[in-house]
T-cell receptor, first 115, second 116 residues
């Protein structure tokens, strides 16, 4: 059983399109995250939700909008895709009970390519 | 501001050699956690270890060991008798705790190649 799953694994699309990436966790965790890994492998947090409440919202273009329908799901919607959005996007989850006490478990990643 | 530096961009060794990956961090917090994650060629991120700032005991898990030294703000990772399967990008990360969430600040990663 996959603990943190993401769909799709690969996403190739044209500039200007709108796309979504879905994430689901079956660990019973309260907190979920989105990270972006660029072509140089640098990982940076984008968003975090705790029980459907937005906790972390880093400096990300407002074309990116996270949506958490319930605590087991955190989707990422991207409007008007740009070439610079090409990256691997990772979803992660953690218990969310104490910040420091958490360990984040990551999904397999979604490789987004914008042409 | 929190910062993690992994000065070694790439390391290449021959199988069975020991190798140490360096991690230096900066934080003003007195309580914090440090992590190591492994990203094999398949691309997933695998959690390896979490260490809190109050526990400076070194940890060993099989061929892996970690050396945490607050005096030098370092959390180094050693692989003993390396194997080809250890080839991966390794990330050190520092946590900043927030209400209900945890902000991980990652280092740049060290690409480790183990040659047969």
């Amino acid at each position: 059983d996959t603990a943190v799953s993401q769909t799709p694994k690969y996403l190739v699309t044209q500039m200007g399109n709108d796309k979504s990436i879905k994430c689901e966790q079956n660990l019973g965790h309260d907190t979920m995250y989105w990270y972006k890994q660029d072509s140089k492998k640098f990982l940076k947090i984008m968003f975090s939700y705790n029980n459907k409440e937005l906790i972390i919202n880093e400096t990300v273009p407002n074309r990116f909008s996270p949506k958490s329908p319930d605590k087991a799901h955190l989707n990422l919607h991207i409007n008007s895709l740009e070439l610079g959005d090409s990256a691997v996007y990772f979803c992660a989850s953690s218990q969310g009970q104490g910040g420091f006490l958490d360990t984040q478990y990551f999904g397999p990643g979604t490789r987004l390519t914008v042409l | 501001a929190q910062k993690v530096t992994q000065a070694q961009t790439e390391i290449s060794v021959v199988e069975k050699e020991d190798v140490t990956l360096d991690c230096v961090y900066e934080t003003r917090d007195t309580t914090y956690y440090l992590f190591w994650y492994k990203q094999p060629p398949s691309g997933e991120l695998v959690f390896l270890i979490r260490r809190n700032s109050f526990d400076e005991q070194n940890e060993i898990s099989g061929r892996y060991s970690w050396n945490f030294q607050k005096s030098t703000s370092s959390f180094n990772f050693t692989i003993t008798a390396s194997q080809v399967v250890d080839s991966a990008v390794y990330f050190c990360a520092l946590s900043e705790a927030l209400r209900g969430a945890q902000k991980l600040v990652f280092g740049q990663g060290t690409r480790l190649t183990i040659n047969p």
